[in-house]
């Protein structure tokens, strides 16, 4: 099955910064990578995403660019805000039944004002 | 947008009875729902994948006869937790699919807090 490692587990950024935050995934024929913003005790959001056939989107402050023949896939957060801080996940999907997601291990970003 | 809600919110239960979670779409029909669970600072592991009239396909370790799937409806997933031990404390969370389309996104719900004393 898919695998999908993260990195890194933890990350301070100064309030005005940039975060970049890295997964790799195991299994070439994964073709969707959504990540997601969860707050604690609360559900993970959609924040951005991206198919396999581009190798960047941007979506005003946040940033995702894939890697597909490194089997790797960033997101990048700008001019980083307080309210930014939360756990960020990344996910693998593969096409076919179900489009069952891998999610990573998760990113606690936090923000310092 | 859509809407996916669970309930209860939270749960304290006993050791050794069962605990149902339910699972619906409110403004959409859900061709797939899914069930994760996951502990304290950790990851989603996904348990199941649900879809309607059929039976739930569970991951690898994921006891089926401990985690029972009904998805009788396009709207309503239940999870029931069955002869709960407080190892099963965990926050368990569902999210639904609404097309058939490759690449729809999933909308999760906001958890379920399960507490096995």
């Known amino acids: 099955g898919e695998n999908v490692e993260q990195h890194p587990s933890t990350l301070s950024v100064q309030e005005g910064d940039s975060a970049v935050i890295k997964c790799t995934y195991s299994?070439?024929?994964?073709?969707?990578f959504p990540w997601y913003k969860q707050e604690l005790g609360k559900r993970p959001q959609l924040i951005i995403d991206i198919r396999s056939n581009v190798g960047e989107k941007k979506d005003q402050r946040i940033a995702v660019t894939l890697n597909k023949t490194a089997k790797h896939f960033s997101l990048h957060i700008t001019e980083t805000q307080p309210e930014d801080s939360a756990v960020y996940f990344c996910a693998a999907s593969m096409p076919g039944g179900y489009q069952k997601v891998t999610f990573g291990t998760g990113t606690k970003l936090q923000v310092i004002p | 947008g859509a809407v996916v809600s669970q309930h209860p919110s939270w749960v304290i239960c006993k050791s050794g009875t069962s605990v149902k979670i339910e699972c619906r779409s409110l403004d959409f029909q859900a061709t797939t729902m899914f069930w994760y669970r996951q502990f304290p600072k950790q990851s989603l592991m996904l348990m199941a994948t649900s879809n309607e009239g059929s039976k739930a396909t569970y991951e690898q370790g994921v006891e089926k006869d401990k985690f029972l799937i009904n998805h009788a409806s396009l709207t309503l997933s239940t999870l029931t937790v069955t002869s709960a031990h407080p190892e099963d404390s965990s926050f368990y969370i569902c999210s639904a699919i609404r097309g058939l389309a490759l690449w729809d996104e999933q909308y999760f719900g906001p958890g379920t807090r399960l507490t096995v004393t």
């Open positions: 299994d070439s024929a994964s073709n969707y």
